[in-house]
C-alpha cells in the first residue's frame, strides 16, 4: 500500500508489531524478535529429483514452487524421486549435507549443469549414477 517495502506483523507469540520487509513477508523468511523464531525453524523438505539424466537434491519449505525458480525448459519433466518431510530447516540442511556427502564422486561440473538449471541450482546436480545411493536415505 502507498509503495511501501515494509509491513508490519503480529507473530503468534506476541501482540508487538514486528516490521518486515514486503520480500520477506512473500517468502515467509522472516525472523520474530520476540520468540527468535526464524524461516530455519519452519518445516522442510528434503528432495530429490531427475530433469532428463540430470540428478537434483535440495532443500524447500515449498519443493514445487522451488521447482519453477531453476529456469527449467519448459518442455522438462520433473521427475520427483524423494521428498522427505523434516520438522525444521536445520533438520533438512542436516539430511542435505549428509547426501551431498554421500554422492559427492557423483557431482556434475557446473557447465554441464547448466544447459538445463539455467537460473539457479547447477551447483547440486548429479549423474544419474547417484540416484541408487540417494534413495537408501
Same mark, same amino acid.
Given at each position: 500500500?502507498?509503495?511501501?517495502?515494509?509491513?508490519?506483523?503480529?507473530?503468534?507469540?506476541?501482540?508487538?508489531?514486528?516490521?518486515?520487509?514486503?520480500?520477506?513477508? *512473500?517468502?515467509?523468511?522472516?525472523?520474530?524478535?520476540?520468540?527468535?523464531?526464524?524461516?530455519?525453524?519452519?518445516?522442510?523438505?528434503?528432495?530429490?529429483?531427475?530433469?532428463?539424466?540430470?540428478?537434483?537434491?535440495?532443500?524447500?519449505?515449498?519443493?514445487?514452487?522451488?521447482?519453477?525458480?531453476?529456469? *527449467?525448459?519448459?518442455?522438462?519433466?520433473?521427475?520427483?524421486?524423494?521428498?522427505?518431510? *523434516?520438522?525444521?530447516?536445520?533438520?533438512?540442511?542436516?539430511?542435505?549435507?549428509?547426501?551431498?556427502?554421500?554422492?559427492?564422486?557423483?557431482?556434475?561440473?557446473?557447465?554441464?549443469?547448466?544447459?538445463?538449471?539455467?537460473?539457479?541450482?547447477?551447483?547440486?546436480?548429479?549423474?544419474?549414477?547417484?540416484?541408487?545411493? *540417494?534413495?537408501?536415505?
Amino acid at each position: 500500500k502507498n509503495g511501501s517495502t515494509y509491513v508490519n506483523l503480529k507473530h503468534d507469540c506476541s501482540d508487538e508489531l514486528v516490521k518486515v520487509h514486503v520480500s520477506d513477508f *512473500l517468502k515467509g523468511v522472516y525472523d520474530c524478535p520476540h520468540c527468535m523464531h526464524t524461516h530455519y525453524s519452519d518445516q522442510s523438505y528434503f528432495y530429490v529429483i531427475q530433469v532428463e539424466d540430470i540428478i537434483k537434491l535440495g532443500i524447500s519449505n515449498r519443493p514445487a514452487q522451488r521447482y519453477t525458480k531453476y529456469g *527449467l525448459p519448459d518442455d522438462s519433466n520433473i521427475i520427483e524421486h524423494l521428498r522427505i518431510p *523434516l520438522e525444521t530447516k536445520r533438520d533438512a540442511l542436516v539430511v542435505e549435507s549428509y547426501a551431498k556427502q554421500l554422492v559427492k564422486d557423483y557431482k556434475l561440473p557446473t557447465d554441464i549443469a547448466k544447459r538445463v538449471f539455467t537460473k539457479s541450482g547447477y551447483n547440486e546436480c548429479y549423474s544419474i549414477a547417484s540416484i541408487d545411493l *540417494l534413495l537408501t536415505i
